[in-house]
């Protein structure tokens, strides 16, 4: 099975600081590794279109979308600590969202399985009203907001693996069931969200399923809350479609973060998403870059990720979990039983 892969030299432009970690040399470093003769064969690569005033409007503010576009043709505008722009982030954020439609389109035409959209900026940290964490306007969200409006999708599973939690993304859906929404993440971190006690509100209570993690663990204790946590819930749950936030901050290499995720980690995580979305909703799957600082880990794990989606590799993880991650993730998945059959 070819894999398609959204992207456009545009993300490129996107240049938020000379010593900034989301670089535009972690796409560089992707594009240089898929086209290696193990990942060449798997790969088609789609162009995305731009995203409109109307489309950024389901997610953000009038007011935050006009900040945003203020930035065009400017050399440098700091929209918080952590986010910078530069004269062309504007129309890459427009066509960073507008990449997830293109795949959307992609899935529901049923010509691919499965999607990747190599996009800069990122966007789960993209709140209603604020620019963060790296991130202008959340692709993944408004992703969501396609699937809803445009492809009248009912049900739809967000997985978010990045090492931080998606904040913006959980604050999107939080009092909403068409739309469910998992994250692993390390706590406490950045952004300080993602407290297991964070589970939604009103209709939407029990949607938001938070598995905060300790630094430190590796693959196989997310192994273990993929299989003992997510599979049961989203097996439950059925979803139409799998929305993957694919950070690999969580790799081992990673110089912001402290747990010890392999790239065949992050193949063995999309080992599960396959099987569930084989199960669930035909198959369908749409990736999107978040975060990943380690250039080497961060190219790696998109290639394993690849090749497991393609069905050319079967990661196994042999390790065991570490006792007490495994007792946590026990405790957490009782938690959870109040409101799935797990």
């Known amino acids: 099975m070819k894999i398609a892969l959204v992207y456009h030299d545009l993300f490129l432009k996107h240049q938020p600081g000379a010593y900034h970690p989301e670089r535009p040399e972690r796409l560089l470093k992707i594009r240089e590794r898929l086209a290696a003769e193990d990942v060449a064969p798997l790969v088609e690569y789609l162009e995305p ?9 389901w997610n953000h503010s009038e007011a935050h979308y006009e900040r945003v576009a203020a930035t065009a043709g400017k050399s ?22 507008g990449a997830q439609f293109t795949a959307l389109d992609e899935l529901f035409r049923e010509n691919y399985q499965a999607v990747f959209c190599l996009v800069r900026p990122p966007g789960h940290h993209a709140e209603y009203d604020r620019a963060m964490g790296f991130c202008l306007f959340n692709n993944v969200a408004l992703a969501a907001h396609y699937a809803l409006k445009v492809l009248k999708f009912s049900r739809i599973l967000i997985v978010d693996w990045d090492l931080h939690h998606g904040n913006g993304t959980q604050r999107s859906f939080y009092h909403h069931r068409e739309v469910l929404y998992f994250s692993t993440h390390q706590f406490p971190y950045y952004p300080g969200t993602g407290r297991l006690e964070e589970i939604g509100h009103g209709e939407g209570l029990g949607f938001t399923v938070n598995v905060p993690l300790p630094a430190g663990l590796g693959d196989a204790e997310y192994l273990l809350v993929f299989r003992e946590i997510l599979q049961p819930i989203a097996l439950e749950y059925r979803p139409e479609l799998i929305l993957i936030s694919a950070g690999f901050d969580p790799h081992r290499d ?20 396959k099987e569930i979305a084989e199960e669930t909703c035909e198959g369908r799957l749409l990736l999107t870059l978040e975060g990943g600082y380690s250039l080497s880990g961060l190219s790696e794990s998109v290639a394993e990720v690849i090749k497991v989606l393609a069905g050319v590799k079967a990661p196994e993880i042999k390790a065991d979990p570490e006792p007490a991650a495994a007792e946590f993730i026990r405790e957490v998945r009782k938690f959870f039983s109040r409101y799935w059959k797990i």
């Not at 279109?49 to 409007?57: F, P, V």
């Not at 505008?77 to 129309?91: K, N």
């Not at 990673?254 to 998403?273: I, K």
């Open 76 to 97: 440098s505008v700091q929209l918080d600590p952590d986010t910078a722009t530069s004269e062309d982030s504007f129309e890459a954020a427009l066509y960073a969202v």
């Open 49 to 57: 279109r731009k995203a409109t005033k109307e489309e950024i409007l």
């Open 254 to 273: 990673d110089p912001l973060g402290g747990m010890r995720l392999s790239a065949q980690g992050f193949g063995a995580l999309a080992g599960v998403l």
